[in-house]
């Protein structure tokens, strides 16, 4: 039986990044990222959005100040995973062979088959058709590979989960639906997730908090109160509304700064 999954919380302090011959990317950014909360980052292109995410999974080396996980965590046994905006997957291996791949990589010493079998299970907790774990990924279409690349950051049981627009290159029904199963497995196995986006009704529907990056540095922070689960009379509602203005009016302030 496996140990229930513990969030960790992530936080900022004085994160700058400097790239080389170039103005910072990052510039003294304070921010908090709760426990078992999904936080979304909004803002315009070229804001330093991606570098944030990238400094919390520890792709990018601040130049300066530390970001200090509690309690720690690390991507090399599969406690920080990582969504690109796309799905970035082996074409020689199936659908199921590269969900199990991350499984191997974190823990050789897994049985083969409790890694097909929990590779299986993610991947059906992501609503791929059974039909589509054999196929390769030039066989699936792009919903299907980003549910793969899902289960794949999953499979592992992450206690902290940083995507960067993985929805963003997909039709409105797809983008939906999965911004509603990734609800529903942070609701059946709490984790923390930092998304970038920019959409603010994606913000507005998945998150706890929203903030406005700008420039390098975080702006306002919005504090999504929307009642939970968030179905469609959640979406539809005087609230949503409410916040998505919200959230919208803050953007432009930001831009206009």
């Known amino acids: 039986m496996s140990l229930p999954v513990i969030p960790s919380a992530l936080e900022c302090q004085d994160l700058v990044v400097r790239f080389a011959a170039s103005e910072e990317v990052l510039r003294g950014v ?3 990222f709760a426990a078992g909360e999904i936080t979304s980052l909004i803002g315009p292109s070229g804001c330093g959005k991606t570098t944030l995410l990238r400094a919390l999974a520890g792709l990018q080396l601040p130049t300066s100040g530390q970001i200090a996980i509690d309690p720690p965590a690390r991507a090399s046994r599969g406690e920080i995973a990582f969504v690109f905006q796309q799905p970035t997957l082996l074409p020689w291996r199936t659908a199921l062979e590269n969900v199990m791949l991350a499984l191997q990589l974190c823990d050789s010493a897994v049985p ?4 097909r079998q929990r590779a299986e299970a993610e991947l059906a907790a992501m609503e791929l058709p059974a039909a589509a774990f054999g196929r390769f990924p030039r066989e699936l279409s792009g919903g299907m590979r980003m549910r ?3 289960a794949r950051a999953m499979v592992t049981r992450p206690s902290v989960l940083l995507l960067d627009e993985p929805f963003a290159a997909l039709d409105d029904l ?3 639906a999965l911004g509603d199963l990734l609800l529903r497995r942070w609701e059946a196995r709490p984790f923390t997730a930092v998304l970038v986006t920019h959409n603010i009704a994606e913000a507005a529907l998945l998150s706890h908090r929203v903030l406005i990056l700008r420039a390098g540095r975080i702006g ?3 504090v999504d109160d929307l009642p939970r689960p968030r179905t469609e009379s959640v979406r539809t509602s005087a609230d949503f509304g409410r916040l998505y203005r919200q959230i919208s009016a ?3 302030e930001e831009i206009a700064e």
């Open 30 to 32: 304070n921010c908090r």
């Open 112 to 115: 083969q088959a409790e890694t």
């Open 148 to 150: 793969v690349s899902l």
């Open 174 to 176: 797809s983008r939906s």
């Open 220 to 222: 306002a922070t919005i």
């Open 250 to 252: 803050a953007l432009r």
